[in-house]
């Protein structure tokens, strides 16, 4: 079945940052990373995604694909989202009914995903949808902006609601994302798959293996924003450095302009230049994987997240993870990671303080995660998931 099976994965939320570079997000590595391995199976993969997410894919080796592309002005600002979304809302289906597909896999609960899969769906294709978390409230993302926040939320929530009532089949990323999608939004348990995020294993295995040497005393390796804790991470290390003033951090990742400038403005003002390298998005695996290998710690004070593709990746390559106690990930990862109490900058501090200047401690978290992470290699996840598109196609009447 696998010879006939064409699928298009709807991918719209990938922006260009302040360096011009796409940006990255734990849930479009899962979309690329899984899409890889079924065209090596032979599957006919299509994608409707921005010309950020064209470029995306063909940094991160997602070869022998269609696009569809959806935009090319979308920034990430409020403004070209609200335009990406009506875009999608008016979007004939004969466009993307260029190719015919069997199923349509929507990658966020975001309308500008949502709404061409739900298209697609009202004209017969199987639609397979991926949740990553219950929409937190306004206020829980006030540090983003009010407004940002409030159009996030809602348009989340709307995104979410249209899949309850109309996807086939939903992928979530973690067992207590699919709890909270059955507890508080009442999905229908019986439509719900985990599918966790993922890491490739053996070639995070021996890249790492072959690094000798520490460059760096941290790294943080995520998407440059207030939610995902670029601020406190500055603050964090700030206090660091009062203990140990030439403590190096890596900071890897892209963000908005506004956002970007702002870092770098409180790290000159916290005179922390010497101290903090900001190196942008990369894209290529193997130096990704020697900056982890390079470095002490993998810091993570991030107030939202899903999976966490990042310590996936960190604890593979040997190190020891610190990271805000978010419930969503704390039932994924549970000991295998440091936790500090949310928004606590202090705590985080002293945490980093104490795996630098106590060697027994910091060796007793090196090769923690090693072993725990064989579990989740790719192969295995996206093999999982063509399972079930293959089920839902052969016995899934439409809901």
Sequence with gaps: MNQKLRVLFVMNGVTYGASGRPGVSGGDVIMIEIAKRWVRNGVEVSFLTSTAGRELCGKLGLKNVNYLISSSFCNGSIASQLLLVL????LNVKFLSSTKFDVVCS?????????????????????????????PSPLE?????????????????????????????????????ALDYISKLRFDRNRIVTIPGGVDYNSIRAIASSVHEKVYDAVFMKRLHPMKGSFDLIKIWHL???????????????GAQDTVMHMREIIKKLELTENIEMIGPVYDFKRKISLLA??????????????????????????????????????IWNDYVLWIPKGNTQAFAEKIIKLLSDKKYYQGHISKGINFMKQFDWNNISEKELKAIEILIKKMPHI
């Design 87 to 90: 875009k999608m809302a008016i």
């Design 141 to 177: 993302r006030r540090k983003a902006g009010m407004v940002s926040a409030l159009l996030y939320f809602l348009n989340h929530m709307l995104g979410a609601l249209i899949i309850r009532m109309y996807s086939d089949l939903i992928f979530a990323v973690s067992q207590r994302t």
């Design 294 to 331: 390079k470095s002490k710690l993998f810091l993570l004070p991030s107030y939202e997240e899903n999976w966490a593709i990042a310590i996936g990746e960190a604890l593979a390559s040997g190190l020891p993870v610190i990271a805000y106690e978010l419930p969503e990930i704390k039932y």
């Design 107 to 135: 990658s966020c609960e975001h309308l500008y995903d949502v709404l061409p899969a739900l298209k697609l769906r009202k004209n017969g294709v199987k639609w397979a949808a991926t949740v990553h978390f219950v929409p």
């Design 240 to 254: 660091v450095t009062k203990v140990y003033p030439h403590a190096k951090l890596l900071i890897v990742g892209e």
